[in-house]
């Protein structure tokens, strides 16, 4: 007759144990949007232990730590002092409890490595927020979203249009100092 309680206790325990092991899986999808994608990339499948693309996103990435937290804290104090390139959004989704949507930054093509930054604060699963902040990614994570349908190498930046405007610009008030020159020198 004892045995008949303990199973029982086990099995309530494990009942209970349930919802929270369901809740630590990490996300279940997350979508990626920024320059030289024609639409969001989409990275499907378990979302930890870094089997998967979406696992290796996720734990390489340092969603978990921005999520929840770490001891010790590997994140950055700051921004990173590089220069950081292009700038993707990765929404996760979340489920757990509720299901909710956590974004996260992406530099894949920084200087020195790829970055993420996630804000402080977002809100998830009804009474959680994300601790956030900057973090140094693991380094294979740029191959991962080449595969996974990135572009190879840093889509040109924005900035490199205002360039020839320099120049052309330049070139102008060289003209223009030029031609007063040679009007004053007639005079």
């Avoid at 309680?5 to 092991?21: D, F, N, Q, R, T």
């Avoid at 499948?45 to 730590?65: H, M, Q």
């Avoid at 190879?152 to 924005?158: D, F, G, L, N, Y």
């Amino acid at each position: 007759m004892t045995r008949r309680p303990l199973l029982l206790v086990l099995a309530l325990l494990v009942a209970l144990l349930l919802p929270g092991i369901a809740t630590a899986k990490g996300p279940s999808d997350a979508s990626i949007t920024g320059p030289g994608l024609s639409s969001p990339l989409t990275i499907s499948g378990g979302g930890e232990g870094g089997s998967t693309p979406l696992g290796r996103l996720a734990d390489w990435g340092g969603f978990f730590i921005q999520a929840f937290g770490q001891s010790p804290n590997p994140l950055l104090p700051a921004r990173p002092a590089v220069l950081l390139g292009p700038r993707y959004d990765v929404t996760y989704v979340v489920p757990g409890p509720s299901t909710d949507e956590l974004r996260q930054q992406l530099y894949p093509y920084a200087a020195g490595g790829v970055y993420t930054y996630m804000e402080p604060n977002q809100k998830f699963w009804g009474d959680q927020s994300t601790r956030g902040g900057w973090y140094r990614a693991n380094s294979g994570l740029r191959s991962v979203l080449v595969k996974a349908g990135l572009p190879r190498k840093s889509p040109t930046a924005q900035r490199s249009s205002r360039k020839p405007v320099a120049v052309a610009a330049g070139i102008g008030i060289v003209l223009a100092g030029g031609a007063f020159f040679l009007l004053r020198r007639r005079r």
